[in-house]
């Protein structure tokens, strides 16, 4: 195996015809009053991988690797990247799939085919259909006791907009009647 990104093998026989990687490094640029521009660094760049490898029938079937790829990016989940050798190169999204065809069979079928992958680093493994979880117990969630004496987290209605729509205390309208306010109160402007 020459690598695998998440659960997807890249075989050594259908290894990378081309792999190649950059990084970048981030500078502000401040003008300064008759004199040239300074410079100061940011933070570096994310880390871009791209991969061309052909799938080929003879030693895999290219329609399914194709089709496990396109799921990988529809996850839009980071995936670990990790070489042959061991060598854990870190977390990445596919950021895009490019093909072209090299063989068809008569009916369509694929018989070999190339893709293009460009990997883009994540920082963090992230999974973006979990939700939220903070590190810390948001206001709003109380510890309450159920009936079967378990403790449990119970939101506490109209306490914290993160659980949902405030109730209004007040009337939403206005509702003043004639002796609200008192003559005495009432002046003239100038």
Known sequence: ?????????????????SLSDSR??????????????????????????????????????????????????????ALPLVFGNGYFRGYFVIVKIATLSKQLSGSGDLFAI???????????????????????????????TSSTATAQAVPASGVSALLGPITPAAPLAPSLRPNDVSISAIVRSA
């Open 1 to 17: 195996m020459f690598a695998i990104l998440g659960d997807i093998p890249f075989q050594v026989v259908g290894s990378p015809e």
């Open 24 to 77: 970048g490094y981030d500078y502000a640029e401040h003008r300064v009053i008759q004199d040239r521009p300074v410079l100061q660094w940011l933070a570096d760049d994310l880390e871009t991988i791209e991969l061309e490898m052909l799938l080929h029938q003879s030693f895999t079937n290219p329609t399914v690797n194709l089709l496990l790829l396109l799921q990988a990016a529809e996850t839009h989940a």
């Open 114 to 144: 190339t893709v293009r992958l460009s990997l883009r680093e994540s920082p963090v493994s992230f999974d973006p259909a979990a939700p939220a979880i903070p590190p810390f117990v948001p206001i709003g969630i109380v510890a309450a």
